[in-house]
C-alpha cells in the first residue's frame, strides 16, 4: 500500500536560484511544471549542464547520500516544484520499501553518473520519466528474493499496474489517464506484455499485470524506438497532455460530479473533450441502439434528496402539491438552477399561467449552489418530505 501524501508546492520564477552547489540539505525536488537548469561554475564561468523539465527529480543525492549540492540549479521559467522532504520519504520508503528505495537509489546513481553532462536531454520527457520509472520499479520486482515472492499477490503473473500506478502518483506529478497512455504506448510498440484477471468472481473489474521479457534491454529498445519515432515526426509527448474528468476536478477543487453536469449543459467547450477512437468503438460493440438515444438517471431515496435538480426523483402528484404553496418568484429562482429535463417536469406540476410566463420571460440562469436557490430547494425538500411522512 502506497502512503498518500500531500507534499507541498515551491514557486520560482525564471532566474530565480534553487540551490547552490556546495550547499547542505533533506529536501529533493521533483518538477510538477516549468524547466530547471542544473548548472556548475567552471573556470568561473556559469556552465548549464542539464536543463531539466516536468516529471524529473533532482537534488536526490543530498537526501539519500546525506551529501553536499554537486552542482547549482536555477528556474530557467517559471516552475512549480514538488518538494521530497526526508519525512515524506520516509513515509514512502515504510510503505513501499523495496521499490521506491530502489527507485530512488537508481534515479540518484543516474544523476550522478551522468553528472547531468547533456542539457534538454531526451531522457527529460515526460514519457521517458514514466519509462525510467517503470524500468526501476519492475527491476526491484524481478530481483524480489523467493521467500518474500509468495507475499506478493499473483507474482508470476508480472508487477502489478495498480502498484506502478500508485509509485507513480505518490509523488502527485501525472494523471492516471497519462499513465495509461504511457502503457498503451509502450504495449503497442511490444515492449512489454499485459495480462489480465477477474477480481474475483463477480467483479467486472482486470487486476492488470505487467510484464517485460528481457528488462535489462527494456529502456535501450525504448529509447531506440523513441528516437526513431522523433525522427519520424511523431509527437509522442503530445499523448500525455491528457487528463481525466477526476484529475481536473482535483486539480480545479472541484469534484467529478460537478465536471460532468458541467458538460451537460454545455458550459465546457465541446474540444476540451475526446474519446479514444479505438477503445471507444470497442466499447460499444454490447451496447444496443437505445443506450445512445434515452438518458436514465439513477433513482435517490426520497432522505438523499439535496439539490434542485433532484426534483425530478420526485413524482409528479406529490411535486404538484408541494408548489402550491410556492409563489412566482420562488418557483422561478428554482427554474433557474434546473436542466430541460427538470424545468420540464417542473412545468408539468404548476398552473398554466405560471408555466407559459415562463416560456415567455424565462429567468436567468443561476448555479444549483446559489444561495436563493439552495434555500428554495430546502423549503421545497421539506415540505415533500412532510407529506411523504419522511422525517
Given at each position: ?40 561554475m567552471i573556470d568561473k564561468k556559469k556552465t548549464v ?321 446559489d444561495h436563493e436557490v439552495l434555500e428554495c430547494c430546502d ?13
Amino acid at each position: 500500500m502506497i502512503v498518500r501524501t500531500a507534499p507541498s508546492i515551491r514557486t520560482y520564477h525564471k532566474g530565480k536560484i534553487i540551490f547552490n552547489e556546495g550547499q547542505e540539505s533533506k529536501i529533493a525536488y521533483m518538477i510538477k511544471s516549468g524547466t530547471v537548469d542544473i548548472f556548475k561554475m567552471i573556470d568561473k564561468k556559469k556552465t548549464v549542464m542539464g536543463t531539466l523539465r516536468r516529471g524529473d527529480i533532482f537534488g536526490e543525492m543530498s537526501l539519500l547520500a546525506n551529501q553536499k549540492r554537486t552542482a547549482s540549479a536555477e528556474a530557467a521559467s517559471f516552475c512549480e516544484l514538488v518538494v521530497l522532504t526526508e519525512e515524506m520519504m520516509n513515509k514512502l520508503l515504510k510503505a513501499s520499501p523495496a521499490t521506491v528505495t530502489k527507485m530512488l537509489e537508481l534515479l540518484a546513481k543516474r544523476v550522478a553518473a551522468t553528472d547531468l553532462k547533456t542539457g534538454g536531454s531526451e531522457q527529460n520527457d515526460s514519457f521517458l520519466a514514466l519509462a525510467t520509472i517503470l524500468n526501476l520499479a519492475y527491476r526491484e520486482f524481478a530481483y524480489t528474493p523467493s521467500d518474500k515472492q509468495r507475499e506478493i499477490e499473483n507474482y508470476k503473473m508480472g508487477l502489478s499496474v495498480k502498484s506502478y500506478t500508485e509509485t507513480v502518483k505518490s509523488l502527485s506529478v501525472f494523471s492516471n489517464l497519462e499513465i495509461e497512455s504511457f502503457l498503451e504506448t509502450v504495449f503497442k510498440l511490444r515492449l512489454i506484455e499485459i495480462k489480465s484477471i477477474k477480481k474475483g468472481d463477480k467483479s467486472a473489474f482486470l487486476e492488470r499485470y505487467i510484464s517485460i521479457k528481457n528488462f535489462e534491454q527494456f529502456m535501450p529498445n525504448l529509447r531506440c524506438l523513441y528516437k526513431q519515432m522523433r525522427e519520424l515526426g511523431a509527437n509522442v509527448d503530445q499523448r500525455m497532455n491528457f487528463m481525466s474528468f477526476t484529475d481536473l476536478a482535483r486539480r480545479t477543487g472541484s469534484t467529478p460530479e460537478l465536471i460532468y453536469k458541467k458538460v451537460i449543459k454545455e458550459e465546457m467547450p465541446e474540444n476540451l473533450l475526446f474519446f479514444n477512437r479505438e477503445k471507444a468503438m470497442e466499447w460499444r460493440k454490447d451496447k444496443d441502439s437505445d443506450f445512445f438515444k434515452k438518458f436514465r438517471r439513477p433513482r435517490k431515496a426520497l432522505e438523499d434528496l439535496e439539490s434542485a435538480e433532484d426534483i425530478i426523483f420526485i413524482d409528479n402528484p406529490t411535486l404538484t402539491k408541494a408548489l402550491e404553496g410556492f409563489n412566482y418568484y420562488k418557483i422561478s429562482v428554482l427554474y433557474s438552477a434546473l436542466d430541460q429535463q427538470g424545468r420540464d417536469k417542473l412545468k408539468r406540476n404548476i398552473g398554466k399561467k405560471v408555466a407559459q410566463i415562463l416560456l415567455r420571460e424565462p429567468p436567468a440562469d443561476r448555479d444549483p449552489n446559489d444561495h436563493e436557490v439552495l434555500e428554495c430547494c430546502d423549503e421545497l425538500l421539506d415540505i415533500v418530505r412532510k407529506l411523504k411522512g419522511v422525517k
